[in-house]
């Protein structure tokens, strides 16, 4: 069997920051094993936003996802492990707050925006982005981080292993 360690791209949105979730959010994907080998917090200029969100520039959501990921600091990550992909996706839950299961991070902290969110007609504050699959996460930890941002050490158990 093969064991495929991906990096993957993990945003704590401006509303995860402002309601005091980074730590929460961060130790669980500590406490999955994930390892953290990029971290800076960032102000996001609207120039970076397009870059970062350019599949939805023509959507009708965007202008509200321009001026929220703009609002204020966003944590980015890019974390390492076993399948970080999936692994991070099934953590992070719904895109939709709503219908994020409980015991997901969206599940957990996010579900009280979305009622408030739809009655505006928004999109909904969503606490957290994460890559949707390895192209995505490539290009995005590329957009994110340059390459000597991104540290490579072993995690206490990792150096038992011979």
């Given at each position: 069997m093969f064991i495929m360690i991906q990096r993957?791209?993990?945003?704590?949105?401006?509303?995860?920051?402002?309601?005091?979730?980074?730590?929460k959010i961060i130790s669980r994907f500590e406490d999955a094993g994930l390892k953290i080998v990029g971290m800076k917090m960032?102000?996001?200029?609207?120039?970076?936003?397009?870059?970062h969100y350019e599949e939805h520039l023509d959507k009708e959501f965007y202008e509200w996802l321009e001026k929220f990921i703009t609002s204020g600091p966003v944590i980015a990550m890019c974390l390492e492990g076993v399948e970080a992909i999936s692994v991070v996706r099934k953590m992070v839950g719904s895109t939709e707050p709503g219908k994020a299961l409980p015991g997901t991070i969206r599940?957990?902290?996010a579900h009280l925006s979305t009622t408030y969110a739809n009655k505006k007609g928004i999109a909904v504050p969503n606490l957290i982005h994460a890559s949707g699959n390895e192209e995505q996460a490539k290009r995005e930890i590329a957009l994110w981080f340059k390459p000597e941002e991104i540290h490579s050490y072993k995690l206490a158990y990792e150096e038992l292993v011979l």
């Open positions: 993957t791209l993990v945003l704590l949105k401006p509303d995860a920051i402002k309601r005091g979730l980074i730590g960032v102000w996001v200029n609207q120039e970076f936003a397009r870059k599940g957990d902290f």
